[in-house]
């Protein structure tokens, strides 16, 4: 419990590091260039867009949750991902520092359909493993639809394991999976963030 309450404190007095709030960088995915940023609550809109496209025009969240994890910047991250020239999001993913445990959390990840199978979300994962490591979180999780079976291949692909079932997690009963994996020593990513 000590440590728990030592491990928030500490990250209470340290958030995330500014510099991840205020980032711009292009990346090149296959043959296609694009900018990643962080998100602001300007750009919840367009986050819940792509959400909504993503889930076939429905949206597990409101817009309005976009705009409230957003602004909670002190442990909450949201990158997004966008066409050069347009700035049009075409996915993002969030993350939710949990420090009491050293815990980096994935809320969402989503992709235009337009868009998947690009390489984009794989991008992201990867790039939130990494910031979670570069802030000395030693684990990372997620809940992924039972019926997400692509989803899921991404997820064991990247070193994450199914922990447990969550039996009618999602608002329409389906069942969920916890997934995790563990940072510390065993993940390479092959990106650097400078």
Not at 94 to 106: L, M, Q, S, T
Request: glycine content about 8%; some cysteine.
């Amino acid at each position: 419990m000590l440590n728990k309450l030592s491990n928030w404190f500490y990250w209470w007095t340290h958030p995330l590091p500014k510099e991840l709030h205020e980032f711009r960088q292009n990346v090149v995915l296959g043959n296609s260039e694009y900018t990643i940023s962080p998100a602001t609550i300007v750009d919840a809109s367009a986050l819940f867009r792509v959400e909504q496209a993503a889930y076939a025009g429905g949206a597990p969240w409101p817009v309005e949750v976009f705009r409230n994890e957003i602004s909670h910047a002190r442990y909450r991250l949201y990158v997004m991902v966008c066409m050069p020239g347009t700035n049009t999001v075409i996915g993002y993913v969030g993350i939710a520092f949990r420090p009491g445990v050293k815990e980096a959390h994935v809320t969402n990840l989503a992709v235009d359909p337009i868009w998947q199978s690009r390489g984009i979300g794989r991008f992201l994962m990867i790039y939130a493993m990494t910031i979670a490591q570069q802030v000395n979180f030693q684990r990372m999780s997620l809940e992924v639809r039972k019926s997400n079976v692509r989803a899921q291949a991404l997820y064991e692909e990247l070193g994450f394991q199914k922990i447990r079932t969550k039996r009618a997690y999602y608002e329409d009963g389906e069942d969920g999976y916890d997934m995790a994996q563990i940072l510390v020593g065993g993940f390479s990513s092959g990106i650097e963030l400078s």
